[in-house]
């Protein structure tokens, strides 16, 4: 019955009476730990969480302001101060709030538009602007956010864009070489910031660029057709011009050919005069000499033009011709 008893008991009471049993031997008793006095120390734990908490809120309402940036100050929603120069500085905890604006300038890529030309032709235009904020007050006033002030001037964009090609033909636009459009994007720019301006947004467009110009599928074939034309016309302008330039050089050089030719002749002919004047004096003063050989010489040469083979002659028997031909020279 005892073996069953003990054998019913746990391992740990069996290891509470041996440890009672030691403690009994030796007679010491534990020491216990006497409870946490947390009210020496509610003071201290305080001081430390106020500071905790004073030092998060002060970090968390100083802001910085760069080089590139406008900082608007709000409080409960309405502006009451703008910073414009770099620093740091300190908002109001829990009233108030800061936002940046940009300073630096920006790239704006308009929508996508369609317009109608002078003549009536459709065209699709693309463009992009470069622009800063001037006066965030303003802007924040007229425009309320930076959204805002991007979508007005893209209105004023479409509005003078579309003004200004709409006073163009089609093809002044489409073609680059016979275009009135030089200084579009001048006027364009001008005229965006006259509007702006007038209505005090607060912002100033330095650029406005077409960046593509697209025609409608229906468009594109007729307009292809019409540029090859174009450039035939152009290839057969510079080929007359070639051929016209052509004729006139080669006029130029069978003028300046004849001109040499006939200055040539000229000058032949009085050389040749000239030989001929000398060889006279010449023959005149060897044939004075004897004139019966110079009788002779000439009958003889006479004889090379009037004599042939089927030359018939008929002379008196008493002719000196005759004579020379019979052989009697006295």
């Given at each position: 019955m005892d073996q069953n008893n003990q054998n019913n008991q746990s391992p740990f009471q069996s290891l509470e009476q041996r440890f009672n049993a030691q403690f009994k031997k030796t007679n010491k008793v534990p020491k216990t730990?006497?409870?946490?006095n947390l009210k020496k120390h509610v003071k201290t734990i305080i001081a430390f969480t106020i500071i905790f908490a004073a030092l998060i809120i002060l970090l968390a309402n100083v802001y910085v302001v760069k080089e590139n940036e406008y900082r608007v100050?709000?409080?409960?929603?309405e502006v009451v101060e703008i910073r414009f120069e770099p620093g740091i500085f300190m908002k109001i905890p829990f009233v108030q709030s800061v936002s940046t604006l940009p300073k630096y300038q920006m790239t704006y890529n308009v929508s996508e538009a369609e317009i109608n030309t002078k003549d009536k032709k459709r065209i699709i235009i693309d463009n992009y602007a470069v622009w800063r904020i001037t006066n965030p007050i303003d802007m924040i006033t007229n425009a309320g956010t930076q959204i805002?002030?991007?979508?007005r001037m893209e209105?004023?964009?479409y509005s003078v864009v579309r003004t200004e090609l709409g006073q163009l033909e089609y093809d002044e636009i489409i073609n680059d070489e016979n275009t009135s459009r030089?200084?579009?994007?001048d006027r364009v720019t001008a005229r965006v910031n006259e509007l702006l301006k007038a209505d005090n947004y607060g912002i100033e467009v330095i650029d406005v660029r077409m960046k593509r110009t697209d025609l409608p599928p229906e468009n594109e074939q007729s307009v292809y057709t019409r540029m090859i034309s174009e450039r035939q016309s152009i290839a057969q302008k510079y080929l007359s011009e070639g051929d016209a330039d052509k004729r006139t050089i080669e006029a130029s050089t069978d003028r300046k050919v004849q001109e040499m030719v006939a200055i040539a002749q000229k000058e032949a002919s009085i050389i040749m005069a000239d030989g001929e004047s000398e060889a006279a004096k010449i023959y005149n003063k060897s044939f004075s000499k004897d004139p019966e050989f110079y009788a002779l010489y000439r009958t003889l040469e006479s004889y090379k033009k009037t004599?042939?083979?089927d030359t018939m002659i008929i002379l008196p028997s008493d002719s000196p011709y005759a004579k020379i031909l019979s052989g009697y020279l006295e």
């Amino acid at each position: 019955m005892d073996q069953n008893n003990q054998n019913n008991q746990s391992p740990f009471q069996s290891l509470e009476q041996r440890f009672n049993a030691q403690f009994k031997k030796t007679n010491k008793v534990p020491k216990t730990r006497e409870p946490l006095n947390l009210k020496k120390h509610v003071k201290t734990i305080i001081a430390f969480t106020i500071i905790f908490a004073a030092l998060i809120i002060l970090l968390a309402n100083v802001y910085v302001v760069k080089e590139n940036e406008y900082r608007v100050v709000r409080q409960f929603g309405e502006v009451v101060e703008i910073r414009f120069e770099p620093g740091i500085f300190m908002k109001i905890p829990f009233v108030q709030s800061v936002s940046t604006l940009p300073k630096y300038q920006m790239t704006y890529n308009v929508s996508e538009a369609e317009i109608n030309t002078k003549d009536k032709k459709r065209i699709i235009i693309d463009n992009y602007a470069v622009w800063r904020i001037t006066n965030p007050i303003d802007m924040i006033t007229n425009a309320g956010t930076q959204i805002g002030a991007e979508t007005r001037m893209e209105e004023f964009i479409y509005s003078v864009v579309r003004t200004e090609l709409g006073q163009l033909e089609y093809d002044e636009i489409i073609n680059d070489e016979n275009t009135s459009r030089g200084s579009l994007n001048d006027r364009v720019t001008a005229r965006v910031n006259e509007l702006l301006k007038a209505d005090n947004y607060g912002i100033e467009v330095i650029d406005v660029r077409m960046k593509r110009t697209d025609l409608p599928p229906e468009n594109e074939q007729s307009v292809y057709t019409r540029m090859i034309s174009e450039r035939q016309s152009i290839a057969q302008k510079y080929l007359s011009e070639g051929d016209a330039d052509k004729r006139t050089i080669e006029a130029s050089t069978d003028r300046k050919v004849q001109e040499m030719v006939a200055i040539a002749q000229k000058e032949a002919s009085i050389i040749m005069a000239d030989g001929e004047s000398e060889a006279a004096k010449i023959y005149n003063k060897s044939f004075s000499k004897d004139p019966e050989f110079y009788a002779l010489y000439r009958t003889l040469e006479s004889y090379k033009k009037t004599i042939g083979e089927d030359t018939m002659i008929i002379l008196p028997s008493d002719s000196p011709y005759a004579k020379i031909l019979s052989g009697y020279l006295e």
